[in-house]
């Protein structure tokens, strides 16, 4: 197998453009008569059950009991022969326009959120952000001296407009949280109202409600210790900045979030396989992570029908990644090792953050996404010298 030269290689990292937040994220249908009848407990019954469907869904009811095939009415065949019609037409844009997403964890050009943020922007949605307090005015500044012009193209050629930044400090649910010492540093100077309570209470005050909830933040005080070498500190706080900032932007977000609204959040696969080096707990951050999505996605569909999912990203370039000390070796052994050996772009987990975020996507929630050009597959490492003796 080709193995791309490691200069090559890393000169295509550079142009990435993307980063690794994490720290290296049909036709209608009537139910079966024979189902029916179970549920209603005899035949006689079903003729009243399958009129009174027939009236709320505007289907013509079957008249005899049929294999798969054959259970299908002429106005059904029609309907699905205009339907299949229009969408051969129109296809199947992603159309968020009119919506209203916040994205938690915008500090420079070059990350997933930023991406993310491109994308649904490209997808008509209005962008909200929130940058951490400390990186907010480098943030800022750039934007405003159009230092990330190039960054912000969208596909048609105009430029992704973000309607307002937020200062955002996810690790803090309100200000009673703070400490005095966090209250007191010149970083926080000049900035207010950013911890999860305050910065969805200003939301709302601006906007009134949002549409799309994305969480795109992670951090692990001591990520390059193993774990066994980690502190109870240090292991709670990735915990708290990783995971645990999720629950508490849904929390917050939650009654200003529309019906039929999406979240999504970050992840990566150290989850569920052992990636040494990638310690401090920011492997059991994402496992949680991936946990709270599954539950969350229950809690929040009932109560607000909002849908929950996390993207599970392969490795990619980024400042933010480099705090793990050896992300040019993993994206380097993802190239080599995944399914599709190509690099691994920004954009693509945008892509299918927007899809996730769009109608087209209205029955996926509770799930993890895999975006790693399949590396989550692979059982045997290809370029293992083992191999090769």
Known sequence: MAVLGKSTFRLRNRKMGASV????????TRPCIP????????????????????????????????SAGSFVSLNQKRFSVRAMSQSAAQGLPIDL???????????DDNGYGWAIAQALAAAGAEILVGTWVPALNIFETSLRRGKF????????????????????????????????????????????????????????????????????????PEVKSPLLETSRKGYLAAVSASSYSFISLLQHFLP???????????????????IPGYGGGMSSAKAALESDTRVLAYEAGRRGKIRVNTISAGPLGSRAA???????????????????????LAEEVGNTAAFLASPLASAITGSTIYV??????????????????
């Open 21 to 28: 937040t994490t720290g290296m994220q049909m036709m209608a």
């Open 35 to 66: 189902a029916c009848q179970k549920l209603l407990g005899s035949r006689a019954a079903v003729p009243s059950f399958v009129r009174a469907l027939s009236a709320r869904t505007g289907f013509a009811s079957c008249t005899k009991t049929a």
């Open 97 to 107: 326009r009119g919506k209203r997403a916040f994205i938690a964890g915008v500090a």
């Open 149 to 220: 012009d190039e960054s912000r193209k969208l596909p048609d050629g105009s430029l992704m407009e973000i309607t307002k930044v937020y200062p955002l400090d996810a690790v803090f649910d309100s200000p009673d949280d703070v400490p005095d010492d966090v209250k007191a540093n010149k970083r926080y100077a000049g900035s207010s109202n950013w911890t999860v309570k305050e910065v969805a209470e200003t939301v709302k005050n601006d906007f009134g409600t949002i549409d799309i909830l994305v969480h795109s933040l992670a951090n692990g």
């Open 256 to 274: 200003i979030m529309n019906p039929g609204g999406s979240t999504i959040s970050l992840t990566y696969i150290a989850s569920e396989r052992t």
């Open 322 to 344: 480099k705090a793990i000390g050896f992300i040019e070796k993993i994206i380097e052994y993802s190239y080599v090792n995944a399914p599709l050996q190509k690099e691994l």
């Open 372 to 389: 790693d050009n399949g590396l989550n597959t692979m059982g045997l490492a290809l370029d293992s010298p083992t191999l090769s003796t």
